[in-house]
C-alpha cells in the first residue's frame, strides 16, 4: 500500500541554524500539507500546497518557513533560522482530493537546541 | 477558526470491552475524520464522516455524526491491546485540518 515518507525520522539542529525536511507524498496525490506537534499537545496545521502553490498557511507559517515541491515527488519544507519553539514533530500529509482523506507520513522529530 | 475538541479523557479498559470517545467542533465543517497515532508516531487516518452523513461503519469502528450538536463519536467494538493509541479527531474544511486534544486508550491484555 502506497504511503507518505519522511527523512530524517530525527534531526538535531543549533538555533538560528536552516534545517529542511523531506517528504515523499502518495505518488497521485494532489494536495500536500505540513502540520506540526509540539510534544503534549495539538497537530496543528502548517500549510497546504497544490498545484505548485501554497493553497493556505496558518498563523504560525511565517517568513522563516517556506514550501517547496522541487521534483515530481518530494515535497520540503524550510525553516531559515530555526528557534528553540521550533522544536516539534514536523508531519508532511498527502491528499488525492480536497477535503477528503489526508494522509500522513510518520514525522520529523526536530530538535532545536 | 474550526477546531475538533475531544471529550479530555484518559480511557483505560479491559480487551474486549468496547471503547467510546467524543469530539465536540465550534464551526461548520465539510467532514470529520478520526486518526490514531501510537506514542511518539505518525497519525493513521481510520474514518471520514461528511457532513451530511449521520453514521459510518468500518470494521470494528462506528463513528457518528450530529451536525445539530456540532459532535462526533467514535466507537471501538471488542477492543484489542493493539488498539493502545491516543486518538483524534480532526474538522475538515478551507482545504485544512483542525485537530483536537486527543483521547488516550489503554487495552490492558
Known amino acids: 500500500e502506497p504511503e507518505v515518507t519522511q527523512t530524517p525520522s530525527h534531526q538535531v539542529t543549533q538555533m538560528g541554524q536552516e534545517v529542511i525536511l523531506r517528504c515523499v507524498p502518495i505518488s497521485n496525490h494532489l494536495y500536500f500539507y505540513w502540520y506540526r506537534q509540539i510534544l503534549g499537545q495539538k497537530v496543528e496545521f502548517l500549510v497546504s500546497f497544490y498545484n505548485n502553490e501554497i493553497s493556505e498557511k496558518s498563523e504560525i507559517f511565517d517568513d522563516q518557513f517556506s514550501v517547496e515541491r522541487p521534483d515530481g515527488s518530494n515535497f520540503t519544507l524550510k525553516i531559515r533560522s530555526t528557534k528553540l519553539e521550533d522544536s516539534a514533530m514536523y508531519f508532511c500529509?498527502?491528499?488525492?482530493?480536497?477535503?477528503?482523506?489526508?494522509?500522513f507520513g510518520p514525522g520529523t522529530r526536530l530538535l532545536v537546541l | 477558526s474550526q477546531q475538533g475538541e475531544e471529550d479530555p479523557q484518559a480511557l483505560s479498559i479491559q480487551e474486549g470491552e468496547n471503547a467510546t470517545m467524543n469530539c465536540s467542533y465550534k464551526t461548520s465543517i465539510n467532514n470529520l475524520q478520526w486518526y490514531r497515532q501510537n506514542s511518539g508516531r505518525g497519525l493513521v487516518h481510520l474514518i471520514l464522516i461528511r457532513s451530511n452523513e449521520r453514521e459510518k461503519h468500518s470494521g470494528r469502528l462506528r463513528v457518528t455524526l450530529d451536525t445539530s450538536k456540532k459532535s462526533s463519536s467514535l466507537l471501538i467494538t471488542a477492543s484489542r491491546a493493539a488498539d493502545t493509541a491516543s486518538y483524534f479527531c480532526a474538522t475538515g474544511g478551507n482545504n485544512r485540518l483542525a485537530f483536537g486534544k486527543g483521547n488516550q486508550v489503554v487495552v490492558i491484555p
Open positions: 500529509a498527502s491528499g488525492y482530493l480536497a477535503e477528503e482523506t489526508q494522509y
